[in-house]
Each structure stands twice: as structure tokens, then as C-alpha cells.
């Protein structure tokens, strides 16, 4: 959070202003710890090693290879650094006056799938004793982390985890979030035969000029419609201000006037009233007054960010740069609710890949997931958000296929996850999601509803007339011919619709094509099952 008084000489008003906790990386709060022990599962799981490196330019750096116990080499994925730097576990408190270790996380269930995990301190980043972070910083060094460095800082992470007994050198892909998503992207670009794929969330799509404006203006309004926009219009009513549903009003504005936010006296603290408030800081991006920039970073940051970090960004590449360069799987994920990243920044990204025609790119889209993808519900009650799972889901799909799997197994897999994104799809009403999934010539046959076509029955789901409760498959069954592929299992699920509820129970068969590389529904039956 950044207010006023912390920059009292540029603002001219003592109201708080909120931003994300965290300006790369999502900062964790105090969470009860969630069932079971990750860290001890993942002991059973896999071995541990300590690795200690060096970067190009001479600095100590130290990461932990996680390798599953079976024999053989394994595929490894190496997670990326942020914006603020990372110790090589991620420890946070847990709630219940313990820690936990974030990057447990990932060691249990890359370990499940028989791949590795490796995790790096930042450059001057060194684990420590004192919460929140868990942190200590070597300021002297810690400040040399410029983009180039990061990068370079990836390359020998790279390199020293090939040189590892039980690592396929071959199968190294590279994790990243936010800035991390730009360092994996042009790590890969420098060196794309030591890389085999990209997992990228909460994707750094355009340059931090753009981004940063985002992050203080329509993503922070973003954020504020979570609190206060109860009849989810896009706007804060003065009366849904004061019923303060959240506390967010008493806690963080310590109940500010509606007034201070509602600059353009309508009645409504809109995504412009925001933009006003923001002029500030938009103005300090036009003008790259770094001054105000970097008070920003040190007052809104889980920690400060390097020296001249501003400067550094404003001038380096887009990350579309580097991935046009790219010939390898890359998967994109990312969450509508994203307050520092845009979501409409990535469908962009999404469309660029497919004009140049890189058909091994990825794009996944979570309803009411933020930055993180909701890895906080992990660490409460143990049950993965969809974004993670399907993050999971493609490195299972990546790594089968490079431990030498047929191309119909992958095939299978990639229509298994298919088919769970046509479910979760059903659930969350995502009409962009099914879009995607259905092909322009799609013809759809179902019980007591007459034939439709894509566009009629996107039209249905535009229009918000029917919502469904329940969407389970089960029976699964994939068969796979080349460029076709025709998947049979039995639907059960449970809908609304014109203030009346249905249950239906019906046996499906669907069609997928492959049209440039992507598999797409193009034909959807359904009958009644036969009764009990």
C-alpha cells in the first residue's frame, strides 16, 4: 500500500491509495497450514541436493536440486527469479507459529510425475531468520540484478543443474511468473537448444512502461471492485462504498469520504475516477521521473527492487521479442482477476502467436483467479486452484512426451486435458474459453434442444440465460485417428435456466479435428442414458 504521507511533498490529498502487496511476486499472508506435511511428503518423494554456482560475473550463488527417487535421468524444471528477488525455499510463516516452505510445492508434485524441481537465490538474496520473508539482503550485490544479469543468472542455473547425476540435460524447462515470465522467455531465446519448454504465469506481455500504468490505474480499480462492487457492475455505488462488505473501507482507507474517490462527482468511483487519482504516477512514467517511480517500488514492494530497476525495464524489449524467436512448447496461464498483469495483454500475445503461426504456444485463461493463479487456497486448505492444476497438467503432458511416449499417448493426454477444460468451462461460464475449444463449424445435437451452430450456442452462453451447477464426465474414452479423434464418456450435471433447474444424465460422443496443430471440437452429440 502506498499513501499519501509517505510522499506527502507529490500528493496533494492524505488518503491512502492501495496497490498490490506485492509488485512482481505475490506475497504471501499468514495462512493455517494446510493438511498434511508438504515437506516431509516430498522427502518420501525425492532426494534434496545443496548447489552452489557461480554467475558470469563472479558472485556466489546457491539452489536446491529436488529429483525424484526412481532411477534413471529426469526432466527438470527450473523456476525463474522475480522482481524482488527469491530465497531458494520461499519460507513463510504458516499461521499456527510455524513455516512453511513454498517451493515444497512444486518438489512434491513434479516428484509425482517423476520430474525435478530446481529453485536459486537472487543475486545478494540469502535465506534468513525473521518474518515476513525470511530473508537477508547484500545490498552491494543484490543491486547488480539488471535484467541482462537475470538472465545470465538463468543460464548458469541452467547449466549446473545439467551437469547434475540423474538430470536429462536434454529436458530442461524453465517456470516463471511475472518479470520471470520476460527472464525465462529470453533465456530461451539465448540458448534455445538447452531448453526444451516455457510455463509462464501471470505474463509480463508488454513493456513495463504499459504495465506499470496498469498496475496503478485500471488493475488497482480492478482490485477495489473485489472489495466494494457487490452487484458486480464495473463501478462503486456511494451506498456499496459504505457498506464496506470487506472492511476494506475501515482497515485500509480508515473510512475515508466516497467523495475522495469519486472525482468526477457522478455518484460512482469508476476505472477514470482511478485513472485521476493515478495522475501522479502515470505522469512519472510520460516524464521517467524515477524519483517518484522508485518511492513507489520501495513503499508498495515485498521488498525494494534493484537500483535503477525502472530504468533498466523502460528500456529493454518486450517479451514477444524473444518468444517470436522460440520453436518449443510454451504454455501461457493466466487469471482474470490478474491486477498487475492484464489478461487483454495476453489474448493480444495469443493472437500474435497464431498469426505467426507458432502452434506449439499454449494460452490458458482462469475466471476469478488473480496474479498468482489463487496458489493461496493451496496453503489453507491443500486443494490446488485450476490454474495450478493445469499448469501441472501441461508439464505431465511436456515431460511424458519427452521421456519418448508415442504420439498418440500425447495426443490422449492433450484431449483428456481438453476435456477438463470443457467442463471447468461449463461451470465458470467462460464463453472465451469455448470460443477457443469449438470449431467455427462446430454442429451441436443434444436432447429437447434443437440443432445449433458455434455462434448459437456461444449466443446462449452470452447471455447469461443459463448456469450450470454441476458438470461432471466420467467413462472416459479417447480414441485417436491421426487428425481426428473422437472422445465417448457419460455427462452428468446440473443447470438453471429461465428460473427453472434441470438435472440431465446423457451419453456423449465428440469429435475433434486438428487444424494447424490445435485440436478442436467440431461435432457434439448427446442421448439420454439408458435408466438404471
Known amino acids: 500500500m502506498l499513501c499519501s504521507h509517505v510522499l506527502s511533498r507529490f500528493l496533494v490529498r492524505s488518503v491512502c491509495i492501495s496497490f498490490p502487496a506485492a509488485l512482481f511476486l505475490f506475497s504471501f499472508p499468514v495462512f493455517p497450514a494446510p493438511a498434511g506435511n508438504a515437506a516431509q511428503d516430498s522427502a518420501q518423494k525425492n532426494k534434496l541436493t545443496e548447489i552452489p554456482f557461480s554467475t558470469h560475473d563472479g558472485y556466489e550463488m546457491f539452489g536446491k536440486l529436488s529429483l525424484p527417487t526412481s532411477d534413471g535421468r529426469h526432466p527438470v524444471v527450473i523456476y525463474v527469479q522475480t522482481a524482488e528477488g527469491m530465497t531458494v525455499d520461499m519460507k513463510r510463516r504458516n499461521g499456527r507459529g510455524g513455516t512453511f516452505n513454498y517451493f515444497d510445492l512444486y518438489r512434491e508434485k513434479l516428484a509425482e510425475m517423476n520430474v525435478g524441481f530446481f529453485s536459486y537465490e537472487g543475486r545478494g538474496v540469502r535465506m534468513g531468520d525473521q518474518p515476513p520473508r525470511f530473508e537477508k539482503i547484500e545490498w552491494d550485490v543484490y543491486n547488480t540484478s539488471t535484467l541482462d544479469n537475470k538472465v545470465r543468472d538463468v543460464l548458469s542455473a541452467v547449466r549446473i543443474v545439467q551437469k547434475q547425476p540423474g538430470v536429462d540435460a536434454s529436458q530442461i524447462f524453465l517456470m516463471g511468473a511475472s518479470e520471470g515470465t520476460l527472464l525465462a522467455a529470453e533465456a530461451a531465446s539465448r540458448a534455445p537448444k538447452e531448453i526444451k519448454g516455457l510455463i509462464l504465469y501471470g505474463v509480463l506481455t508488454s513493456t513495463m512502461r504499459e504495465t506499470f500504468k496498469y498496475i496503478v490505474s485500471d488493475g488497482g480499480f480492478l482490485a477495489y471492485l473485489g472489495f466494494f462492487d457487490t452487484d458486480k457492475d464495473g463501478k462503486i455505488s456511494k451506498a456499496e462504498y459504505e457498506a464496506d462488505p470487506k472492511k476494506y473501507r475501515e482497515v485500509v482507507f480508515k473510512n475515508a469520504p466516497f467523495e475522495?474517490?469519486?472525482?468526477?462527482?457522478?455518484?460512482?468511483?469508476?476505472?477514470?475516477?482511478?485513472?485521476?487519482?493515478?495522475?501522479?504516477?502515470?505522469?512519472?512514467?510520460?516524464?521517467?521521473?524515477?524519483?517518484?517511480?522508485?518511492?513507489?517500488?520501495?513503499?508498495?514492494?515485498?521488498?525494494?527492487?534493484?537500483?535503477?530497476?525502472?530504468?533498466?525495464?523502460?528500456?529493454?524489449?518486450?517479451?514477444?521479442?524473444?518468444?517470436?524467436q522460440l520453436d518449443m512448447p510454451v504454455g501461457f496461464f493466466h487469471g482474470s482477476l490478474d491486477t498487475n498483469t492484464p489478461i487483454a495483454g495476453v489474448r493480444r500475445l495469443e493472437e500474435q502467436a497464431r498469426k505467426a503461426g507458432k502452434s506449439k504456444m499454449e494460452f490458458h485463461y482462469f475466471p476469478d483467479l488473480d496474479h498468482s493463479l489463487g496458489i493461496g487456497v493451496y496453503f489453507v486448505n491443500g486443494k490446488l486452484p485450476e490454474g495450478h492444476k493445469a499448469i501441472f497438467a501441461f508439464i505431465k503432458a511436456q515431460t511424458q512426451s519427452a521421456g519418448g511416449q508415442s504420439k498418440e499417448s500425447d495426443d490422449i493426454a492433450e484431449l483428456t486435458r481438453l476435456e477438463s477444460v470443457w467442463n471447468e468451462a461449463h461451470v465458470h461460464g467462460d464463453a472465451e474459453a469455448l470460443d477457443r475449444l469449438w470449431a467455427d463449424d462446430l454442429v451441436v445435437s443434444v436432447p429437447n434442444m434443437p440443432m445449433m451452430t458455434k455462434q448459437g450456442s456461444l449466443g446462449i452462453w452470452r447471455s447469461g440465460r443459463m448456469k450450470f451447477q454441476r458438470y461432471e464426465t466420467s467413462d472416459?474414452?479417447?480414441?485417436?485417428?491421426?487428425?481426428?479423434?473422437?472422445?465417448?464418456?457419460?455427462?452428468?450435471?446440473?443447470?438453471?435456466?429461465?428460473g427453472k433447474d434441470y438435472e440431465d444424465d446423457w451419453h456423449f460422443t465428440k469429435v475433434y479435428i486438428r487444424r494447424e496443430g490445435r485440436w478442436q471440437v467440431v461435432a457434439w452429440h448427446a442421448s439420454e442414458s439408458p435408466r438404471q
Open 476 to 498: 472416459i474414452r479417447v480414441r485417436v485417428y491421426d487428425n481426428s479423434a473422437v472422445v465417448t464418456g457419460r455427462l452428468q450435471r446440473a443447470r438453471s435456466a429461465n
Open 260 to 324: 475522495a474517490f469519486d472525482r468526477d462527482g457522478d455518484g460512482f468511483f469508476t476505472v477514470e475516477d482511478m485513472r485521476v487519482r493515478s495522475k501522479l504516477y502515470l505522469d512519472a512514467v510520460d516524464n521517467e521521473n524515477y524519483e517518484i517511480l522508485n518511492a513507489w517500488a520501495k513503499n508498495s514492494a515485498g521488498v525494494a527492487t534493484p537500483k535503477d530497476w525502472f530504468k533498466d525495464h523502460f528500456a529493454h524489449a518486450p517479451i514477444w521479442t524473444f518468444l517470436s
